[in-house]
């Protein structure tokens, strides 16, 4: 009952094609891991958090290097699995997923730099939300950025209709 | 006739290496003419006395010619020699290529002193020199664009040749090698300048035929600063890349570079909120969707139409809590909708939802979504809490602010309402 590969353009090697593959096979191996009935609270939350990481990851490593977001997200998974396995490594580990709280920070940013060059406090915010923006010029960072818009739609996409195939199958 | 006897023997020191084109030039125009020069210098005057003796016909033969190419270019102060005023008639070839040579290079610069026409023999000597060491080569072609260009056009070669001609003479008659030069420099600067038509920089004759600077001015809109230049390909790019992303992004009929981007922010991160919220949703079996899709739903569908807001569900820790923070809106509606339908509408859109019946929320969100949303489960009420997410517009995510959760819920169609049940959706 699966239609998606009734929508991949080239079914042989399309962003979208790899993608649903690798996403697919890290799901099969979580639910494998993690029975769902039989979860605690934390035990959802922490498959949350894994099934986000692994559609993430899914999509860079199917980017691979050829972008520069993808290639920051991947160096930013590998130093985190490094930390967490323990070793003290001298990567420095970049910002987590989630958006940490500087939204109090922002706004008075955002008060002091609206009169002048506005366009610098967009950019700014538009780095910290795509990876591996703190590094690239204006020109590359709006490359990037549609690059990385392509690639969320396309992830959202697969990920509901996953959803919808589910809820169908129920 | 003394002075001329010195600068003859000054000459002769200073020709050594060029003395060689006349033994050259002897042997290869063979042996018919080798008599005739032969017998002609035996009888005809010298106009200098030489340095050797002239009784001999054999070994003196070739001093006396010798002598006499080095007498050739002072015998003429005024205009070009003539092949008949030099007595060597041996030398006939040479001088009338020289001879035509220096008529063309007075021809086209005019030639002034002794000095300089001195200057300018020497040069055609070496050219001729060349030219022939070429032509025995075998080069023929680029010996007469040597031989031609080295004088008139060909600039630099003149000024090779100049220099070359600078170490031939050495420190005794700079100045004159320098009026020379100037003076060729000048022709060949105003040459330039007549052949590109640019306005020439005044008083550089030494430098202008190594490197004519033309100033151009700049055209409106076209800045010959680099500087400008690179701003300016910088300023084409980033528009062109707003361009693109201005398609990607829904809404983005902003032509403000500003709110355009902050629609792009927005977008971004409302795309990351869905990436969460349907890994959320995306637990594996399908028996526990419905519960925890219940139980984080409300929360997850209220944040996700703020857009840019945070999510605030730690989905596992607020379990037991949403649960009955949901069910606790829903009694309140359904309180509040027994007293007074208006205030059940605030209660709501006070916690950012609203009321709506079921089947304009199902219009809604087909009419918005692309119809490949199977979605819409019409089952009956007495299923229990049914909560169904269903964001409109199958394809792609639509922006925020039409994310539509249908509640069936018993418990509501007992609250009050009569018929079908009431859906909560996000305006």
């Known amino acids: 009952m699966m239609n998606t590969p009734q929508q991949v353009k080239n079914p042989s090697s399309s962003l979208k094609s790899r993608f649903i593959t690798r996403f697919l096979g890290a799901l099969t191996k979580i639910t494998a891991e993690d029975p769902i009935s039989s979860s605690s609270p934390t035990r959802i939350f922490q498959r949350y958090r894994r099934i986000k990481v692994a559609s993430n990851k899914s999509m860079a490593y199917s980017v691979r290097s050829r972008r520069i977001w993808s290639r920051a997200m991947l160096s930013r998974f590998r130093s985190r699995r490094s930390a967490f396995s323990g070793r003290r490594s001298s990567v420095k580990t970049t910002n987590c997923t989630t958006s940490p709280p ?17 366009l610098d406090m967009q950019t700014d915010e538009l780095r910290e939300l795509v990876p591996g923006g703190e590094a690239m010029d204006v020109c590359n960072l709006l490359d990037e950025t549609a690059h990385y818009i392509k690639c969320l739609t396309t992830q959202v996409q697969v990920m509901r209709k996953i959803v919808d195939f589910y809820h169908l199958s129920k | 006739m003394q002075p001329c006897s010195r600068e003859m023997q000054a000459m002769n020191s200073l020709l050594n290496p060029t003395q060689q084109i006349p033994l050259q030039d002897l042997q290869i125009n063979g042996n018919s003419h080798h008599h005739q020069q032969i017998h002609v210098p035996s009888s005809s005057q010298f106009q200098y006395p030489t340095p050797t003796s002239t009784t001999h016909h054999d070994d003196s033969f070739l001093e006396q010619i010798l002598s006499s190419t080095t007498s050739f270019p002072w015998s003429d102060e005024t205009g070009p020699p003539k092949p008949e005023d030099n007595n060597n008639a041996g030398f006939n070839y040479d001088e009338m290529v020289l001879a035509s040579k220096l008529r063309q290079h007075q021809i086209n610069g005019g030639a002034a002193g002794n000095p300089f026409s001195a200057m300018k023999m020497m040069l055609m000597m070496q050219q001729q020199q060349q030219q022939q060491q070429m032509m025995l080569a075998g080069r ?3 010996a007469s664009s040597a031989a031609g260009g080295g004088i008139t056009t060909n600039h630099q070669g003149g000024e ?36 590109q038509g640019s306005r020439p920089t005044a008083g550089e004759a030494v430098t202008a035929p190594e490197k004519p600077k033309q100033r151009v001015r700049a055209r409106r809109g076209q800045a010959t600063d680099p500087h400008s230049i690179a701003e300016r390909l910088r300023r084409v790019r980033i528009a062109e890349r707003m ?25 971004v991160k409302f795309l990351q909120l869905q990436v969460k919220v349907l890994s959320m949703s995306r637990l594996g079996g399908a028996a526990a969707v419905a519960p925890l899709v219940s139980e984080g739903g409300g929360d997850c569908i209220q944040t996700s139409a703020n857009g840019g807001s945070h999510p605030r569900n730690s989905n596992g820790d607020q379990t037991p809590s949403a649960n009955d923070r949901l069910t606790m809106t829903e009694h309140q509606v359904a309180k509040l909708m027994e007293e007074d339908m208006g205030s059940a509408m605030q209660y709501l859109q006070g916690k950012g939802l609203c009321l709506m019946p079921i089947s304009l929320a199902t219009a809604i ?17 007495t299923n229990g809490s049914h909560l169904l997410i269903q964001s409109s517009g199958g394809d792609g995510p639509s922006s925020p602010s039409m994310s539509v959760l249908t ?9 009050g309402l009569e018929g079908g049940a009431a859906s909560v959706s996000k305006p």
């Not at chain 2, 700079?174 to 060729?184: D, I, P």
């Not at chain 2, 398609?247 to 792009?264: G, H, Q, R, Y």
């Not at chain 2, 509640?407 to 609250?415: C, E, F, I, L, P």
Request: aromatic letters at 4%; charged letters at 20%.
């Open chain 2, 160 to 195: 090779g040749s100049m220099q070359a001609l600078y170490n031939v003479f050495g420190d005794g008659s700079l100045h004159g090698t320098m009026q020379a030069k100037s003076f060729v420099g000048a022709n060949s600067a105003t040459e330039m300048t007549q052949s």
């Open chain 2, 243 to 267: 361009k693109a992303l201005q398609e990607l992004v829904p809404n983005a009929n902003k032509t403000d570079k500003a709110s355009m981007l902050d629609e792009i922010i927005d977008y």
């Open chain 2, 365 to 381: 969100s087909t009419a918005t979504s692309r119809s490949r949303n199977p979605m819409i489960n019409h089952e009956n009420p």
């Open chain 2, 140 to 142: 023929p072609t680029v």
């Open chain 1, 102 to 118: 500087p939204a109090l920070i922002k706004v008075t940013i955002n008060e002091k730099k609206t009169a002048k060059g506005g």
């Open chain 2, 407 to 415: 509640v069936q819920s018993a418990t509501m169609g007992n609250g």
